[in-house]
């Protein structure tokens, strides 16, 4: 029997979110490229996606850490900093060639939707911060905004 140490477990996990990163950098950076080619509008640099997608990140580790209406309403904006930029900035309404080879432009702009929806319906859930239930359905919505948002970005 293999003994593991949970070092080289956690080791393990790190090298498993640095590699999912640099994929996901390698995809935005072929579909920027392939944009580019195709001669369509100049898009954002893959820069100013990565950090709206850190500081997303950073304030859903906040709000993991301490649950405050502060810091909830501080996530709920950068989410929706997140959304307006990508929709004004990375998807391109007028031609249908600009659609990401593997998510059609209208299951994006389903999910796109449902993020908006969840951020708003976070409102909802702040009165119950404070009780157990409301602290994990809390965690819950903020676990599932996050993924769609990086269903979207993949």
Do not use: C, W
Not at 28 to 39: D, P, R, T, V, W
Not at 104 to 114: A, N, R
Not at 133 to 139: A, I, K, P, Q
């Amino acid at each position: 029997m293999n003994n593991v140490s949970i070092g080289q477990i956690s080791q393990s996990k790190q090298t498993n979110v640095v590699r999912g990163i640099q994929e996901l950098n390698q995809t935005q950076q072929l579909y920027f490229e392939q944009m580019k080619a195709n001669g369509k509008k100049q898009t954002p640099s893959l820069t100013e996606i990565n950090e709206l997608i850190t500081n997303v990140t950073d304030k859903k580790s906040l709000v993991e850490m301490d649950m405050t209406v502060d810091n909830v309403l501080s996530y709920k904006k950068a989410v929706q900093t997140f959304l307006n930029f990508y929709v004004n900035n990375v998807m391109d309404y007028d031609n249908i060639e600009s659609r990401h080879p593997k998510y059609g432009f209208s299951q994006k702009m389903t999910i796109l939707k449902q993020v908006e929806k969840q951020t708003n319906e976070l409102d909802d859930v702040m009165n119950l911060i404070d009780t157990k239930t409301g602290h994990l359905d809390m965690l819950n919505r903020i676990g599932e905004i996050t993924g769609m948002i990086l269903d979207v970005v993949l």
